[in-house]
C-alpha cells in the first residue's frame, strides 16, 4: 500500500491520486461483481434494472455517432451498487479512501451520499463532457463540502478515456461556479489539461469545482471506476435520492 493523499497537492491542483489504493484481491472481487452484473442484464428483475444507464438510452455523439443498435446491452452507469452486491459496502470501509476524504475536506464527521460504476465500455465507452461537480442536480448539499473518490479496476490509459483535469481550475467561490461553467462541447486547450493514467487499485480523489472530463474509450479494454460522494456529514443535502442505499452511511472507523 502506498502513502495517503497530499494534502497540499490537492488544495493546489483540485485532484490528487493515490496509488495502490485498496488490496489486489478486493480490486479483483469487485470488477468480478461489476461483471456478474454486465453479464445477467437480462435476467435483472426491474428494481435493478432501473438502476442502471445503458448505452443505447444516451445521445452516439459521445461516441462517435455509433447508434444505439450496435452497442447492445452496454451499461454506462451502474447506480447504487450496493443493492447488487454487498461487496461493494466494502469501499466504504476502505483506509485510503476514508483517511483521503479526512484530508480533502478537513472534518472529521463524513457520510455518502452515492455511489456508481461508471462504466466506458471497449470501443465505443462515450465520452465525458467537462463540468464541474458542485454544483449538481442529483446529491448535493448547499455548499461545496464534498469530494468524488474513484477507485480505479480496471486502469485508465489514454486510449481507454482517462479522466482529464485542468489543474487549478476550483479555485474559486461556490457563487462563481455558475457565472464560470463551459458551455456544452466546450474544449480546453490542450496545453492546459493534465491526464491521470492509472493502474487497477488506484484511487483518484476529485475536487467539486475542478474541471474534469475525458474521451470515449477506443480501446480494446473496459474502463470500469467505481465513484463515490462523500461529504461533511453536517452538511445536509437539498435532495436525498431515492435509489442510494448508502446515502447518509458514515465513514468515520478511523
Ligand atoms: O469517469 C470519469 O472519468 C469521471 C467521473 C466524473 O466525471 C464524475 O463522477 O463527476
Redesign the pocket.
Same mark, same amino acid.
Given at each position: 500500500m502506498e502513502s495517503g493523499l497530499d494534502g497540499a497537492a490537492f488544495a493546489r491542483d483540485g485532484f490528487g491520486i493515490i496509488r495502490n489504493a485498496v488490496p489486489a484481491p478486493l480490486v479483483l472481487a469487485l470488477r468480478d461483481a461489476v461483471q456478474r452484473v454486465q453479464d445477467t442484464v437480462r435476467e435483472l428483475p426491474a428494481e435493478l434494472r432501473d438502476r442502471l444507464t445503458f448505452e443505447r438510452d444516451l445521445p452516439a455523439s459521445r461516441r462517435n455517432g455509433i447508434a444505439a443498435p450496435e452497442v447492445g446491452d452496454a451499461i454506462f452507469i451502474l447506480g447504487d451498487p450496493v443493492t447488487f452486491d454487498a461487496l461493494f459496502w466494502e469501499v466504504l470501509r476502505q483506509p485510503a479512501i476514508i483517511s483521503a476524504a479526512h484530508i480533502a475536506l478537513g472534518v472529521q464527521d463524513l457520510a455518502a451520499h452515492f455511489m !456508481?460504476v461508471?462504466i466506458?465500455h471497449p470501443r465505443f465507452g462515450r465520452a465525458?463532457g467537462w463540468?464541474r461537480?458542485y454544483p449538481?442536480g442529483y446529491a448535493c448539499p448547499a455548499s461545496s463540502c464534498f469530494v468524488?473518490a474513484?477507485l480505479c479496476l480496471d486502469g485508465?490509459s489514454d486510449a481507454g478515456?482517462?479522466?482529464?483535469f485542468i489543474p487549478g481550475s476550483h479555485r474559486l467561490d461556490d457563487d462563481e461556479v455558475s457565472r464560470h461553467s463551459p458551455p456544452k462541447g466546450w474544449q480546453p486547450p490542450e496545453d492546459e489539461t493534465v491526464t491521470v493514467c492509472c493502474e487497477p487499485g488506484d484511487l483518484?480523489l476529485?475536487h467539486p469545482k475542478v474541471l474534469?472530463?475525458?474521451g470515449m474509450n477506443t480501446s480494446p479494454s473496459p474502463?470500469r !471506476?467505481i465513484?463515490v460522494?462523500i461529504g461533511n456529514a453536517a452538511a445536509p443535502l437539498r435532495s436525498v435520492p431515492d435509489q442510494e442505499a448508502v446515502v447518509g452511511y458514515r465513514l468515520n472507523t478511523l
Open positions: !456508481n461508471t466506458k465525458i463540468h461537480d449538481n468524488r474513484m485508465m478515456g482517462v479522466t482529464t483518484v476529485i474534469h472530463g475525458g474502463r !471506476n465513484v460522494q
